[in-house]
């Protein structure tokens, strides 16, 4: 069964800090990897795809085959990137997605 | 631009009690889902729908949960008899179509609890 891990829970940065969300899976095929943001009050929305390669407000993502892991990264943290961050990745020809257990990233001004 | 919407955003109901949460999808979205999150845990899977009927169901989807669109546009989940485990954020997405990255649209969520 795929599997989504995120180590951390909680990481707290500075302002204009790099950061760095980890993000591994366990599966076995081709996935389709993908990060959801949610910030205060707001509904789960997807920041980026790693099919699409491009980068949100910021943000960059490259899945690692090799390590298995689609970490995500920001050179300089601005304040308003304060929120819970998912991982998520689906299976080729499956529709559902699975989640990782989310990490709650604090900036610090 | 258009967005999934989910009534009601809190939903407070007895144990044994039926309840059903209703989601209004995008309307050209064609994959309709369910997700869950208990509090403190990981976003789930519950059931995926299109073309009228279930595609996919995970584990916790048992008996007790029905999911219908009655009408075309609204997007039901219905839990028959609630229990107080059934307690947990309840997430409707949609989407156009599967595959290709093609992205899940999720609602504000319905705070269910079961008292």
């Known amino acids: 069964a795929q599997r989504v891990t995120q180590p951390e829970k909680l990481l707290s940065v500075f302002k204009g800090a790099p950061v760095e969300l980890k993000c591994n899976y366990s599966y076995s095929g081709s996935p389709e990897l993908f990060w959801y943001v949610q910030y205060s009050r707001q509904r789960l929305q997807l920041l980026l795809r790693?099919?699409s390669r491009e980068s949100i407000k910021g943000f960059t993502a490259d899945l690692n085959k090799g390590e298995t892991s689609f970490h995500l990264k920001k050179p300089f943290a601005q304040e308003e990137d304060s929120a819970m961050y998912y991982c998520?990745?689906?299976?080729?020809?499956?529709?559902?997605?699975?989640f990782g257990t989310g990490t709650r990233l604090t900036i610090i001004p | 631009e258009p967005e999934v919407t989910q009534t009601p955003s809190h939903q407070v109901t007895q144990m044994g009690q039926e309840v059903i949460l209703r989601c209004v999808p995008i309307s050209n979205h064609l994959y309709f889902y369910w997700y869950r999150q208990i509090l403190g845990q990981k976003v789930e899977f519950l059931v995926s729908?299109?073309?009228?009927?279930?595609?996919?169901k995970s584990e916790i989807f048992d008996d007790q949960f029905s999911v219908e669109r009655p009408d075309g546009s609204n997007f039901t989940l219905k839990i028959r008899s609630t229990k107080l485990e059934d307690s947990a954020m309840y997430f409707c997405?949609?989407?156009?179509?599967?595959?290709?990255?093609?992205?899940?649209?999720f609602g504000p969520g319905t705070r269910l609890t079961v008292l």
């Open positions: 998520a990745l689906e299976e080729l020809g499956n529709e559902k997605l699975t």
């Open positions: 729908f299109y073309n009228n009927e279930i595609s996919e």
């Open positions: 790693h099919i």
């Open positions: 997405a949609s989407r156009r179509r599967t595959g290709g990255g093609d992205e899940q649209f």
